[in-house]
């Protein structure tokens, strides 16, 4: 069975890949998601705007209250004073590249052109095996246009993809009025990768106490449809290659991604609910499924079920609506 | 001679450059003025920095002075290079290894930045009272005048040492030296090598101790060869001077500075001479020079090593002309014939003269006098007075200087208005707040010039007493020639204000030279500040013709992105207009400086602070100043006009910044001061204060009960008393049943709040309909006018009956009037919650020890004290002895209340008949728990006081002298973790075991809160703190297990944040138990690195993730079988590193060592849990299987 399978220019074992999440964010973590059979690992998220402002608040406490009073004119010694920058994260990253096999993917958040081309290039010379920008800004200002957003989205990828050689993937948001178009427009500009979608920060509201609740909600396998969607539509359209991510609980959502469509299937809740051995029961899952159905490949089996290939494309569009709707009928 | 280098060092820092170069191990222990020694040894220890042999010192930091000098004794006698670094009493409790160490003869430098002994009070300033105080030691002493010197001396006393083996004292002045920012020439490490004889270190190392050839040192000795001993080592002193002048003259070939043991300064044949030692040596010399340039015969000799005081060196740099003497000591030596400096001049010449051995045969007029103790400012103008009283006829003899004597009149008169200051030097202060960065922003401009120009540069900053709010003046100077004056600029031409609001409460421009200029950080432009100014200013800028700048400092610094950072602006508005530099120049230096500070930051940061400069520049502007005054506005009295005597004669003066001027007379002889001052000094620091929504409050007493300034208060009354109410005044119905008609009122204190938020953080009542109101929110300071008639209505209300409070709760707890209030802490502390909580719940009949530190500073700092009295006069007696004794004092004062109480209890059985026998027995059996009880004793005592007055007997006289401790006493010892850790670990360990009724309240920072952030043995795992830069290695001591050992003392372990209830039924528990008391409170700390206003939050991550279980042990209940041992929180929820990383102190280490902070989290986590399991089973257990003692009887 050959389950292999190429992602953003890296040759994979096969299509099962852990994102982003708290499991990345150290090494023992990583080797753990290598010991459970990830083919790669994108790790978790490195944040220009927290960096920024934990070097700000450092400053801030290391400051606050000296030369005020004549015995205590500071209260910490004094550091070598370097900012607290991506250190921390490069070191794993570093770590990780070293001590395991797979690729290891980084994942990078920045505010600034600065940060992204510096910041970027720090990790490639860290030795990650990729990066997977995870762009996620929600726009509050309400005269900032769509096709500002557009053409951030798209700044942003020439700017990283000028600055570095490894591959580069983009983990799209779903908020776009035309999204296939937004990602052709990312694949022209030379992203090797789309993600779809990245779930972003949805805050609740505490009734009780009349404030914003900012919690965070695992994902749940109803939650595919969106990426799959568009996965299947993208199929065939983008040279690109495409990563689903969202809503893999079992061998099933990973195996809908792939006749979609996509590339790779990404899992992070589901190896936070179950542990990171769970991922090796999606890779049995997918591997069973396609014995029972006679693929020997996942070439064979990717994008069987995309708009291109189904029997049906008109489903994918409107008429899917319309049918789902009949159906209650 | 290699390279020259020039640095801008501290005092401290260029000493400390040496002493760890020339070292191997250094035994440290913190105290001001010299922990900066200690600190930078530290850091440098810890960045891997090696000594001139290419070896890293071991530092080390030890649990007292005491126990400092102890190991540096025993490095010593086993051969390695030692170092400390001290001051004061720390000093003091190094003397007993000081004799040891010299009489080993054993080569030792202890740098010493010299400081005042605590006596009627203490001091944190210099002088040479430590110095004095170990003169009979056998160390020698060396003494330096300035920040170079220091850096020089440092090394030649360690070179002396070593060829002499007679150990030293090198000593500068505490702040004055220690504390000046100056730019000196570096020694290189060539320089030091070349100072250090190898073969004298392998002679030391051979002298140690060692088996492979042993023998004994340190033996007891007899009457007949003591004595014999004493006198052995005299060739060595002999020897000395010598060894010390040729020291001396090859460090000068070396760098090219010469010294000499005494230098002489001034007109060959001069007929007047001062001889003074410190930095005090500098304003003599520059006196000299001016008198000399006037034609005055005058001179100043200037003594380096006072000890040994090498009588024919000094006869021989005397002038054979000279006529009269003035000897200037910087110390007090009470009862003595004369100061040390002093006695050792009149012997020297006097026994030269009985010899007939005296150059100019004839003895010359000699006269000591002191001055500058605690670094009370020293002059030119008053070392000219000494030179005009030294042209006297019979000039006056131990004499003061800067101050005013009329009480013993030994004072002598001066001019403030002599000038000496060189023209060319631009002389500027800035005034400024703690927490707005002028200091640092100065500093930095003295490193720009310093170290980027040929110019040289200096600087003094004088910080107010308070931790909260304090104000800042910075003296610094600039010139072409090297700047050696070691005293406050009394004439600069130019003045920074830095906060506009300081125009109405400080004389900024009492010290602003004619023709000098006025910056003036503003919210007003140009055109409208001059009317914002009171007449005061107005007349002193016509006056004084004095050049008007404004600048709004905040705006632009909003406008650029710099928030409420203005420290680069104003000292860019200083470089532009103080010519300094050429104003180009200076952009570009300020440039240059930003990018080397902010350059790893990012662009964008720099480019930020960029912007602020150039926009700078285009928002100062100069005033028009009109040539009348026209302001109506007058500066405000400093106490208000209903303040006591005291307050408005004495207190008023040192509040205004004007306590040099108080006369002798004016200060109390013993140290004895009011309670309660802090009252009449309105702060007015904070921005933003709490306002109370009547509507919303539940009256639950939380916000009440955490403030750390007792600025938030309670009352309930008869609603008919409300007719008087001024408009403005808030008022709610009492949520409580049983009072019908009765109101309730929390005032806020809005002029003495600092603004922290913690009451709003611990409000637990959210507005149902509104997002983020709650029932005290902050908000912009109100009318002051209408805050005021609250007040004082709020105050005319009768304080609540405490016999109808409920002491058993929180809610209850905010009806006792704070005895505490309004102190100086940190905006937002964590200790003085638990302080006021103390003076609440015992305050009328309560008697503090309180050990040096952070409470002994916000409790007793001059010029205003927040501990008060109640309407009845009575109060907490407070007093704070040492740091080390605190347990020992406060046993003191429980002795005294048995003996006195026993003796009242005799003598009133005796006299029982001849008042009133049932009242009498009625007082002996008085149980005295609970607060009723107390009332009724408390009248029971004023009635017997009242009968014994009506007899005319000498018992009845007795009995009233001690007839007070009749009434049940409160004896507590407070202070922090240093204390109770370290230093007093013993004596607390020893008051404990005593099973006498006494309490302790820990005040548990984990650090050195008031000396910096030193790390004690209360600081946890992983953190870091001063002394521990790699992360405290080693877990918290477990102080509630070791006292619990004993088992007849009562222990608690409490932190409000998590459960004030706790809190308040441990302090209560601990003062009804009639045995020894202990209370560990943990007391979120401005050391910790965390928002301040966020430490009740923090307190309670402590307890929930286990790192802080709060206990309490009672062995009252052992007695009726109980298990003593009570867990009061529950299991751990969450993670320690989900507190920790909160905190600045811990996540330090993840930033600098992340592997390290990863394996030192790692074990944390394994202590909380650890520990967590003891406590449970302890929990778990039956009273019986904890032992019982005899010691304590049960009330």
């Known amino acids: 069975m050959d389950l292999t399978t190429r992602y953003m220019g890296l040759e994979l074992k096969h299509p099962i890949v852990a994102s982003a999440s708290p499991l990345s964010e150290s090494l023992d973590g990583i080797k753990q998601l290598e010991d459970a059979n990830a083919a790669a690992v994108v790790m978790f998220s490195l944040y220009e705007e927290q960096i920024r402002q934990e070097s700000e608040a450092f400053d801030y406490f290391m400051e606050h209250g000296t030369l005020s009073f004549a015995e205590s004119l500071s209260y910490f010694p004094e550091i070598d004073d370097q900012p607290a920058g991506p250190d921390n994260y490069l070191d794993l990253v570093r770590r990780a590249s070293e001590a395991v096999d797979i690729p290891v993917i980084a994942s990078l958040n920045c505010v600034s052109s600065e940060g992204w081309i510096d910041y970027a290039r720090q990790l490639q010379g860290a030795g990650a095996s990729g990066l997977e920008l995870n762009i996620y800004a929600i726009e509050a200002n309400l005269a900032v246009s769509g096709r500002e957003v557009e053409q951030c989205y798209l700044d942003i990828l020439r700017l990283v993809k000028s600055s570095v050689s490894i591959p580069v993937a983009l983990k799209l948001s779903p908020f776009f009025s035309a999204i296939g178009h937004m990602a052709k427009q990312l694949d022209d500009a030379g992203a090797d990768a789309l993600v779809l979608f990245n779930r972003f920060y949805q805050p609740d509201l505490d009734i009780d106490h009349l404030e914003v609740a900012p919690t965070l909600r695992l994902s749940q396998a109803g939650e595919i449809r969106l990426p799959l969607l568009w996965i299947a539509l993208l199929h065939g359209n983008v040279s690109a290659s495409l990563g689903a991510t969202r809503g893999v609980e079992t061998a099933v959502e990973v195996i809908k991604y792939i006749l979609a469509g996509a590339d790779v299937v990404m899992s992070a809740s589901a190896l936070l609910r179950n542990g990171p051995r769970y991922l090796g029961n999606l890779v049995d899952g997918l591997s069973e499924w396609m014995d029972e159905r006679g693929f020997r490949s996942l070439g064979q089996m990717r994008g069987v079920m995309s708009r291109g290939k189904v029997k049906n494309p008109k489903a994918f569009e409107r008429a899917n609506y319309i049918k789902v709707l009949e159906s209650y009928k | 001679m290699t390279e020259r280098k020039v640095m801008t060092l501290e005092g401290n820092e260029a000493v400390a450059y040496v002493a760890y170069r020339v070292n191997e191990v250094c035994a440290i222990y913190p105290i001001t003025p010299s922990s900066t020694m200690a600190e930078l040894a530290d850091q440098w220890a810890a960045e891997g920095k090696t000594n001139i042999w290419g070896e890293v010192p071991l530092v080390v930091e030890m649990q007292s002075e005491g126990g400092a000098a102890g190991a540096v004794h025993g490095a010593l006698q086993t051969g390695a290079l030692t170092t400390t670094f001290t001051a004061s009493q720390g000093l003091l409790l190094m003397i007993p290894n000081m004799y040891k160490i010299a009489g080993e003869l054993t080569p030792a430098v202890l740098h010493v930045a010299a400081r005042s002994l605590a006596a009627q009070g203490l001091s944190i300033f210099g002088d040479h009272s430590d110095v004095a105080a170990v003169r009979d030691t056998g160390f020698a002493q060396l003494a330096s005048a300035s920040v170079q010197e220091a850096h020089d001396m440092a090394l030649i006393a360690q070179a002396a040492t070593l060829a002499s083996r007679v150990p030293f004292v090198h000593f500068f002045d505490g702040f004055r030296t220690s504390h000046e920012v100056s730019k000196i020439a570096l020694l290189s490490d060539q320089q030091i090598r070349a100072m250090i004889d190898e073969n004298l270190i392998r002679a030391h190392r051979a002298r140690a101790l060692n088996p492979d050839h042993p023998f004994i040192r340190g033996t007891a000795q007899n009457p007949d060869v003591y004595f014999q001993g004493r006198e052995s080592a005299n060739p060595f002193y002999a020897r000395l001077p010598a060894i010390v002048q040729q020291t001396m003259r090859r460090f000068g070939e070396l760098t090219g500075r010469a010294y000499r043991l005494f230098e002489y300064y001034g007109d060959p044949a001069a007929e007047r001479l001062i001889v003074i030692m410190g930095s005090g040596a500098y304003t003599v010399r520059a006196t000299v020079a001016a008198l000399q340039r006037t034609g005055e015969k005058v001179g100043a000799i200037q003594v380096h090593l006072c000890l040994p005081f090498s009588a024919e060196d ?237 600048i709004d400092a905040s705006r632009v610094a909003l406008e650029t992105g710099m928030g409420g950072r203005t420290n680069t602006i104003m000292q860019t508005c200083f470089f532009a207009l103080s010519g300094v530099l050429p104003r180009e120049d200076a952009i570009a230096k300020i440039k240059e400086s930003i990018r080397k500070t902010y350059g790893k930051k990012g662009e964008e940061v720099v480019q930020k602070n960029f912007r602020a400069v150039d926009q700078t520049l285009e928002h100062l502007h100069e005033v028009q100043v009109p040539e009348s005054v026209s302001s109506a506005k007058e500066r405000p009295a400093v106490a208000p006009s209903g303040a006591p005597e005291f307050v408005q004669r004495v207190t008023a003066m040192m509040m205004a910044g004007l306590g040099d001027e108080l006369p002798v007379s004016a200060v109390p002889v013993d140290g004895t001061y009011p309670s309660g001052t802090t009252q009449w000094e309105k702060r007015n620091i904070a921005l933003s204060v709490p306002v109370w929504e009547p509507d919303l409050c539940i009256q639950c007493g939380n916000c009440s009960f955490v403030c750390p300034h007792s600025v938030i208060r309670a009352k309930f009354y008869h609603e008919t008393r409300l007719q008087k109410a001024p408009s403005a005044f808030k008022s709610a119905p009492i949520s409580a049943r049983g009072f019908p008609e009765t109101r309730y009122t929390l005032q806020i204190y809005a002029e003495d709040c600092t603004g922290c938020g913690l009451c709003v953080e611990v409000c637990p009542a959210q507005s149902l309909q509104q997002s983020g109101v709650k029932a005290i929110n902050m908000a912009p300071k109100p009318e002051l006018v209408s805050e005021r008639e609250s007040i004082a209505f709020f105050e005319r209300l009768p304080v609540n009956d405490r016999s109808r409070v409920d002491f058993s709760s929180v809610r209850g707890a905010q009806f006792l009037e704070p005895l505490f209030e309004f102190s100086g802490a940190c905006a937002g502390c964590g200790e003085t919650p638990y302080v006021k909580l103390l003076s609440q719940l015992f305050g009328d009949r309560l008697l503090v020890a309180n050990a040096t530190g952070c409470s002994s500073i916000y409790g007793g700092n001059l010029p205003t004290t927040p501990w008060s009295v109640n309407q009845e006069g009575r109060g907490p007696a407070w007093s704070n002895s040492l740091f080390e004794d605190n347990a020992e004092f406060g046993f003191g004062f429980r002795l005294t209340a048995d003996q006195h109480l026993n003796l009242a209890r005799r003598l009133a059985r005796e006299l029982q008949d001849k008042v009133d026998a049932q009242l009498v027995d009625a007082i002996i059996s008085a149980p005295q728990l609970t607060e009723s009880q107390i009332r009724v004793q408390r009248e029971r005592v004023a009635r017997l006081k009242a009968l014994l007055l009506l007899l005319d007997d000498e018992k009845a006289k007795d009995l009233l002298s001690v007839v007070d401790h009749l009434v049940r006493r409160s004896i507590w010892m407070v202070g922090g973790d240093g204390w109770a850790y370290d230093i007093g670990s013993g004596g607390l360990d020893h008051v404990l075991a005593s099973g006498r009724d006494i309490n302790v309240l820990v005040l548990d920072t984990e650090v050195y809160s008031n000396t910096g952030g030193q790390m004690s043995k209360a600081t946890p795992l992983g953190a870091v703190a001063k002394f521990a830069a790699a992360g405290k290695p080693v877990a918290k001591k477990d102080l509630a297990l070791q006292a619990i050992a004993y088992g007849n003392v009562y222990v608690a372990r409490v932190a409000m944040g998590a459960n004030p209830q706790q809190t308040l039924l441990a302090f209560r528990e601990a003062e009804a138990y009639p045995g020894p008391s202990l209370i560990l409170a943990y007391s979120h700390c401005i050391a910790h690195g965390i928002n301040m206003q966020h430490g009740m939050r923090q307190q309670d991550l402590a307890v929930t993730s286990g790192y802080w279980p709060l206990v309490r042990y009672n062995p009252a209940l052992r007695e009726s079988a109980k298990n003593p041992f009570v867990l009061d929180s529950p299991r751990p929820r969450v993670k320690f590193k989900d507190y920790a990383f909160n905190e600045l102190r811990y996540k330090m280490l993840s930033r600098t060592n992340p592997k390290e902070s990863e394996r030192l989290m790692a074990m944390a986590q394994q202590v909380v849990e650890q520990k967590w399991q003891i406590y449970e089973e302890m929990a778990s257990r039956n009273g019986t299987r904890f032992h019982p003692d005899a010691s304590v009887k049960f009330r």
């Open chain 2, 314 to 550: 000094f006869l021989a740099t005397i002038p054979e002309t000279v006529k009269a003497i003035a000897v200037l000591d910087r110390t007090k030596s009470p009862g003595g014939v004369g100061e040390p400096l002093y006695t050792d001049v009149l012997a020297t010449l006097s026994e030269a003269y009985l010899q007939g051995v005296l150059p100019s045969g004839t003895l010359p007029r000699i006269i000591g006098g002191r001055y500058g103790l605690s670094s009370k400012e020293f002059s030119p103008a008053m070392a000219r007075a000494v030179f005009d009283e030294l042209a006297k006829e019979r000039p006056k003899n131990h004499f003061t200087v800067g101050i005013h004597d009329d009480v013993s009149h030994t004072s002598l008169d001066y001019d403030p208005a002599f000038d000496i200051e060189p023209e060319g030097v631009v002389r500027a202060l800035f005034f400024g707040l703690g927490a707005d960065g002028t200091v640092g922003a100065n500093k930095n401009s003295i490193k720009i010039i310093g170290e980027s120009t040929d110019l040289y540069a200096q600087g003094y900053f004088v910080y107010d007493s308070k931790k909260s709010g304090s104000q800042t003046v910075s003296h610094v100077r600039f010139g072409a020639d090297p700047i050696q004056a070691p005293y406050l600029i009394e004439s600069a031409n130019f003045i920074g204000c830095h906060q506009f609001n300081f125009v109405e409460k400080v004389d900024v421009l009492a010290k602003a030279k004619r023709g000098g200029t006025f910056l003036l950080n503003s919210p007003f432009g140009a055109d409208a500040v001059w009317d914002e100014l009171p007449r005061e200013m107005q007349r002193q800028i016509i006056d004084k013709k004095l050049k008007l700048y404004v």
